[in-house]
């Protein structure tokens, strides 16, 4: 079957400081990988996406590779703000078979 | 703001209430879903609907019934909850199901934070 694995949380840095939030997945062909974030109080926006091995999504200064060779997905930043404090949860989905996998997220409290 | 809307944003209810929860996506998509999330729980998915045909059912208790009057409104009608069922209830969109392509990806609304006493 398909489905994510996330670092569990809560992770908690300071202010500057460089991010990673693992993502690991197994799935039947192949997927599409997301991350979406969800800021306190909301629901969940899509952070950045890859299609395909070697792809990389980044948005907002977030990076993520498509690695085929390892399953993974690490969401990395380099130097996180107190605005970055959110859930952010790994996703996966296979062509022609929505909905999304999800992983069970994982909180990131940035403070300064 | 991504175009799927939810309302209310907060419901408190007693256990022998009927409630609803509303929600409209102005994106044009086929299809559209409610999932539950509850505190330290992955999200569930509960409903899938697609052409207004409810293609996915995750088991879920007769307490929740789904209404999909057409493609852009999502109703999730409420009746005899439990505390349990207390969460905050998300409803996404997306252009359908059974689209092929690769990449495509849901949208999700703010979601209705449901309290049940």
């Known amino acids: 079957g398909n489905s994510v694995t996330q670092m569990e949380g809560p992770v908690t840095l300071s202010e500057e400081a460089f991010l990673t939030i693992n993502c690991t997945y197994t799935?039947?062909?192949?997927?599409?990988l997301f991350w979406y974030v969800q800021y306190p109080g909301e629901g969940l926006q899509l952070l950045l996406k890859?299609?395909?091995?070697?792809d990389k999504g980044s948005n907002k200064g977030f990076e993520a590779t498509y690695r085929k060779e390892t399953t993974s997905f690490h969401l990395e930043k380099g130097s996180v703000q107190v605005s970055d404090s959110a859930v952010y949860f790994c996703a996966l989905n296979v062509a022609g078979n929505t909905p999304l996998v999800f992983g069970k997220g994982t909180r990131l409290s940035v403070i300064a | 703001e991504t175009g799927v809307t939810q309302t209310p944003r907060h419901l408190v209810m007693g256990m022998t209430n009927k409630k609803s929860l509303k929600c409209e996506q102005h994106?044009?998509?086929?299809?559209m879903y409610w999932y539950k999330q509850s505190a330290k729980k992955p999200l569930e998915l509960m409903f899938v609907?697609?052409?207004?045909?409810?293609?996915e059912n995750n088991s879920v208790p007769s307490r929740f019934s789904p209404e999909c009057p057409n493609s852009s409104h999502l109703f999730l009608h409420l009746h005899t909850l439990q505390p349990e069922d207390s969460a905050l209830y998300l409803c996404?969109?997306?252009?359908?199901?059974?689209?092929?392509?690769?990449?495509?990806?849901?949208?999700f609304g703010p979601g209705t934070r449901l309290t049940v006493l």
């Open positions: 994106l044009g998509h086929n299809a």
């Open positions: 890859a299609t395909k091995a070697d």
């Open positions: 996404a969109s997306s252009q359908d199901i059974l689209r092929g392509h690769l990449g495509d990806t849901q949208y």
């Open positions: 609907y697609n052409f207004k045909e409810q293609t």
């Open positions: 799935a039947t062909g192949y997927p599409s």
